[in-house]
């Protein structure tokens, strides 16, 4: 039997509360719906970090940051961990990589045969926090809530954000027609930035929504409640709301359009992939995987971005496609991760053993309802002052702030979807707070994680600044020689 093909697509900073598959109706995204209807949904699927970088860099080997000692975008992604491309390579594919993946460091493939664009952010260290108070973290540049300004939204035909994804788009649409007839298996990583800031969607796509209805979140003192320390950081400190009040609604309407707008944009290169398998005969042995790897705020609860462990934040969209219509329609209950993508691909493509470590299953074990399976997150270092971790257990989730154990929360989310309630201090629900808690600190060590952090951060300014005197970069800059290249 052929192994099979693989298409996992990304787009960047996607909730999937604004998508029409995940049952928004406002929202259009028509190709992505047709390839729900062919697909397993995964409704509880997560970040292991609501974070690019450290996202990114578990989803490509399986395991949790924690592993990693990757914490913000300015972590060297290790070269000694082996990936997914590494597996997939040893049993015979081809694999490639086509727009963003946030790799920091010298090594800019992990595994990698080919990778058909430059990356969209720098290689290099030069993105270490500047603060102007370092003790609570207040940044020195004005803060990512000024990306959600009514001044800075709206309709743009082109910026460099759009330039990038139209060339990934461009060279995954390439890269798919040349394999038209290959014997090789290939596994392609189309990986677009949108819908993340800015929110700067094409004209076209603006006027879809320009005078649309679209649900806003109701920012009061019950929703916008500042629960924890992490807020606080994160609102006065790393993100700047304190500079940057988005809670009007007209305001929040036109965030919501324009990200719904881009939403839709990406839903139509979703759209012009599947047409070119379908078009190419790869469609008939191709598995295809869509997803993220965090979602976004968007004003909910009076915030911005990510960084953070609510729904909005923490949860992504998942869809697992397989070439024979096996599953299709199924909807998955069992909570799962992006650190589950590398089982998945190693089992698919053939390997026998195909589970490395306690924490990641394929997706396809998944289906058989494990429902004693808890998934984690984390989220430490950039604009976060102390180690947090959140664990996904049946209906609950508990977030665990160290060295603030007060402010330990837990929600139901089958009774509260919104977090509104933190149940962790009443008595009714005290045992699963604390086996919640348990199950966290059994898995991680908060103090370990601390010490990265505070030698790892001193380390790498040194680094930084070294490099910035010297002139080293570590970019990467695909190679098209063009003697090789059209008719020749």
Not at 20 to 47: C, H, M, W
Not at 53 to 61: E, G, I, L, N, W
Not at 245 to 252: F, G
Not at 408 to 417: E, I, M, W, Y
Request: hydrophobic share 35%.
């Amino acid at each position: 039997m052929q192994s099979p093909n693989f298409l996992l697509i990304m787009a960047d900073q996607l909730t999937p509360f604004m998508t029409g598959f995940y049952g928004n109706a406002q929202v259009k995204t028509p190709n992505i719906d047709k390839l729900n209807t062919r697909s397993i949904r995964f409704d509880e699927a997560y970040t292991p970090y609501p974070l690019c970088a450290p996202a990114r860099a578990s989803m490509m080997t399986g395991k949790y940051a924690y592993d990693l000692n990757c914490y913000d975008n300015s972590t060297p992604f290790a070269s000694d961990q082996p990936t997914f491309a590494h597996y997939l390579t040893r049993q015979g594919y081809e694999t490639a990589l086509t727009g963003k993946m946030h790799f920091v460091g010298p090594d800019q493939l992990h595994g990698l045969h080919k990778r058909l664009t430059t990356d969209i952010y720098p290689a290099d260290l030069s993105w270490m926090p500047k603060f102007i108070d370092e003790a609570n973290h207040v940044m020195q540049h004005p803060g990512n809530a000024v990306a959600y300004m009514p001044n800075r939204l709206g309709p743009m035909e082109w910026n460099q954000f759009i330039g990038y994804d139209e060339e990934t788009h461009f060279r995954a649409l390439e890269y798919l027609n040349d394999k038209k007839g290959a014997e090789r298996p290939f596994f392609l990583c189309c990986s677009y930035h949108h819908p993340h800031d800015p929110f700067n969607p094409p004209a076209k796509y603006w006027d879809m929504y320009k005078d649309a209805d679209m649900d806003i979140p109701l920012i009061n003192e019950e929703t916008a409640a500042i629960y924890t320390t992490l807020d606080k950081w994160l609102n006065n400190g790393f993100h700047r709301n304190d500079l940057h009040d988005i809670a009007d609604p007209a305001n929040l309407l036109k965030l919501r359009r324009c990200y719904a707008a881009l939403v839709t944009y990406i839903d139509d290169k979703v759209g012009e992939l599947l047409t070119t398998l379908e078009h190419t005969g790869l469609d008939k042995n191709t598995v295809v995987m869509f997803s993220s790897d965090h979602g976004d705020l968007l004003g909910e609860r009076g915030m911005v971005q990510k960084r953070c462990f609510y729904e909005w934040a923490a949860k992504i969209p998942m869809l697992l496609t397989l070439p024979n219509g096996e599953h299709a329609g199924t909807q998955c209950k069992t909570p799962v991760s992006l650190i589950d993508i590398l089982p998945t691909l190693r089992q698919l493509s053939g390997e026998e053993v195909y589970c490395i470590s306690n924490d990641g299953i394929s997706l396809l074990d998944a289906l058989n309802g494990q429902e004693e399976r808890a998934i984690f997150a984390e989220g430490h270092g950039e604009g976060v002052l102390a180690p947090v971790f959140m664990v996904r257990y049946k209906q609950y989730k508990c977030i665990y702030h160290h060295g603030y154990e007060h402010e330990t929360q837990l929600f139901d989310l089958s009774a509260d979807p919104w977090e509104r309630k933190n149940l962790y201090h009443d008595a009714q629900f005290k045992d699963i707070g604390q086996m919640l808690k348990g199950k966290i600190l059994a898995r991680f060590c908060p103090e370990r994680v601390q010490q990265q952090l505070d030698t790892g951060i001193a380390d790498r300014r040194v680094i930084n600044e070294a490099m910035q005197l010297s002139g080293a970069n570590w970019d990467y800059t695909p190679a098209f020689p063009g003697s090789q290249r059209y008719v020749r």
